[in-house]
């Protein structure tokens, strides 16, 4: 019970590349009991974590090696099958990830692209695995150059769900131009998108996760440059 913190957390994947960087997590825990299977945490704090998502040329993302791999099934000897233990139960009055630097990159394309989101800040309210407990949500992104996004809404681990009201404004498009580059002869010179919608989470009854997204969307200073007949 109490604060417990650790400073300069360092992430890496098997290739040395660097996927998370947090100078300081502060964690307060307000109570722990084992025998009971249960948790709680007071507030836990992510403080100027950066993250960088990578997609690799050979498709696959940077923090895939991180995750455990599946192991060749083995058939146990036969036995008596021991009771299921219930869940460790947990909650977290308060999440929050100050000033998060996220950089998203894709190798695949013949011109990589590369795409920086900071500062965002997210804070999450009574997150919990108690059946049908929601949590509230909130993202709020603003850079320098005038780009926003923003998220508002509720999530939930049992069942996994989420539904989220996202805006975002004034997003620079330039960097799409990796993916234009092979298929189209022109060059963005500007355009900046817009978005605001409804974001929703949930899983079938086959169990697959389904995202959907109910919106509108447009595209302003829009500007290109005809390679072909220049």
């Known amino acids: ?76 000897p036969a036995q008596a099958k021991p009771a299921a233990s219930p869940a460790f139960a947990f909650g977290v009055d308060s999440i929050a990830l100050d000033k998060v630097g996220l950089t998203v990159s894709d190798l695949t394309p013949a011109s990589p692209f590369k795409k920086s989101f900071n500062p965002i800040d997210v804070s999450i309210k009574g997150l919990s695995n108690a059946a049908g407990k929601a949590a509230e949500l909130s993202v709020a992104f603003r850079n320098r150059a005038g780009e926003r996004l923003s998220a508002d809404g509720t999530l939930s681990i049992n069942p996994v769900g989420a539904k989220i009201k996202v805006a975002a404004g004034n997003i620079d498009i330039r960097p799409v131009q990796a993916y234009l580059d092979g298929f189209l002869r022109l060059t963005l010179r500007s355009g900046r998108a817009s978005a605001s919608g409804d974001l929703a989470l949930s899983r079938t009854a086959g169990g697959a996760m389904l995202i959907t997204y109910r919106g509108g969307s447009s595209l302003s200073r829009f500007s290109t440059i005809d390679n072909l007949n220049k």
């Open 1 to 76: 019970k109490g604060p417990v913190r650790f400073a300069g957390v360092e992430l890496d994947g098997p290739d040395g590349g660097r996927i998370v960087r947090l100078p300081s997590l502060a964690v307060d825990i307000s109570s722990i009991d084992v025998f009971a299977r249960r948790a709680r945490f007071s507030s836990i704090v992510f403080d100027r974590p950066d993250v960088q998502l990578v997609r690799k040329k050979d498709g696959t993302m940077n923090f895939m090696a991180l995750l455990p791999g599946k192991r060749a099934a083995q058939k146990p």
